[in-house]
């Protein structure tokens, strides 16, 4: 099965399967796609917080355009467009995701009666175009924390998954990042 693998001064690294045992767990459990013996045992815990990350996002792509096509004002031309455009990348977040839960052998889970009850951030409207980038701000801080803590639990037993959760954890972050800076140089209401 495993054999220590030697460098070439000669010491031995990690195990490694070779080559034949390789081939033979391949095509066992084919229809499992990329999730081969190698993958986390709880990997059902892994597309449980999928799940509930892509809820969240679906729940902001709502409350980003309800702001987008409600907000008014002299200044909320400029806001409606970080709106419009935090909406369409909270999308491809939430496509992202639910590609992967496919990968892992999941179904995504997109029924709107239950998004906002799996969803880690709120849907809060805001009555004035202040509070909308107040909420859109909170939402980004719960998404930050909440992929933060799903990339320390998937860690290094998917790659995969984390690399894909530190791409979005990048962008929610500079939303947040964003509309910090909106609220901290606010000359409206």
């Not at 702001?67 to 467009?81: F, N, R």
């Not at 990348?89 to 009666?113: M, S, T, W, Y």
Request: proline share 4%; with cysteine.
């Amino acid at each position: 099965m495993a054999t220590a693998a030697q460098t070439p001064s000669g010491k031995t690294d990690a195990p490694f399967t070779d080559t034949a045992t390789l081939r033979e767990q391949a095509r066992k459990h084919i229809d499992q796609g990329p999730v081969t013996r190698s993958f986390p045992k709880d990997r059902d815990v892994i597309v449980t917080q999928l799940q509930n990350a892509l809820a969240t996002e679906w729940v902001c792509v709502l409350r980003y355009m309800r702001h987008y096509y409600t907000a008014d004002g002299l200044v909320s031309e400029p806001i409606k467009a970080h709106f419009l455009e935090h909406a369409n990348e909270e999308r491809a977040h939430a496509d992202k995701l639910a590609e992967r839960i496919v990968q892992l052998g999941g179904k995504p889970d997109l029924d709107p009666a239950t998004l906002t009850t799996r969803s880690h951030a709120e849907y809060q409207v805001g009555k004035t175009l202040k509070d909308m980038v107040k909420e859109d701000l909170v939402a980004e801080r719960i998404a930050v924390e909440a992929y933060r803590e799903l990339i320390a639990y998937v860690g290094d037993r998917d790659p995969t998954t984390r690399i894909m959760l530190e791409g979005i954890l990048a962008q929610e972050e500079d939303h947040a990042d964003e509309f910090r800076d909106l609220l901290e140089g606010w000359q409206g209401e």
